[in-house]
């Protein structure tokens, strides 16, 4: 049995994202007002928000720029010695970029881009959040009250990455840091999505196919309520607010999930998951893998409406491709 491939352990979880907007105060806004997050700091064009019941005193950077899209994701290693294991296979591969000191609710981090150009890093040393008497929960397990505005999201759940090449990505990840490949897409053997994860979820990351073959776009980030009814609420507070609804409630086949999709002020897209899906206990899972031709309407909507074709081709930055082939993936 020795030759068996164990898994690598070394990576614990999403452990925050940054996204750019062009219209940082309304993005801020976004997540506030109607999503109940809290602005933990401000600097410079930055602002630090976290749900509430996210532990770490940020999970989600809002970067004001010119465009919309993802400025980088963070992984938090499962240890000190975990993190250093990481950072030396990702120096062997030659995608890194070295040490920066941390950040606004972080010690070190290990920066280095995936193969499509995405900033990421991996980290240990996290500030929880201090929360103040006034805001503690009454519920021991979760940092602070649930807010009184909006439809409160309670924790960053994951990203999903639009790539020019899904599969040199997927591979990245599987073999540097130790993701397991839950589901997959593809189309006469080419990798057109990946869901990946390193807990029982079905993802912490997701790669889909940029039509286009541009390089290093968002396609959406993702907050989790556990509760499918928040999604009919947040849908009918969002829509009378004038925020565009990509896709109403509706189940993923792939990942079961039950989930939403919202274009915010700045041009990201936000998914809301009511559920997350199915749990992975298996060591030995087998990873699902879906032809393209059986995706539609089962894989991306098992129920619900039909994605739009914006859901399939434009991630942030928006392609200015003007002869973007409108293809589904
Ligand atoms: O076919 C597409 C399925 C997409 C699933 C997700 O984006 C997700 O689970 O977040
Ligand atoms: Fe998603």
Redesign the pocket.
Known sequence: MTSYQEPIYDVAQLAHVEILSPKLEQSVEFFTRFLGMEVTARSGGSVYLRAYEDFYHNTLKITEAKEAGVGHVAWRASSPQALHRRVEEIEKTGFGLGWIEGDIGHGEAYQFTAPDGHLMEILWDVEYYNVQDDQRSKLLNRPSKRPDRGVPVRRLD?I?LMTSNPGADTDFMLDTLGFRLREQIQNNGQVLGSWISVSNLVHEI?YMQEPNGVKGKLH?L?YWYGIPQNLYDVADLLKDHGVFVEVPPNKHGISQAF?MYVIEPGGNRI?LFGDAGYIITDPAWKPIVWDMKDVPGNGDTWIGTEFPVSWWTQGTPLTKVETAEVVKP
Do not use: K
Request: with cysteine; proline share 0%.
């Open positions: 994951h999903n997701a959406h993702c989930c998914e």
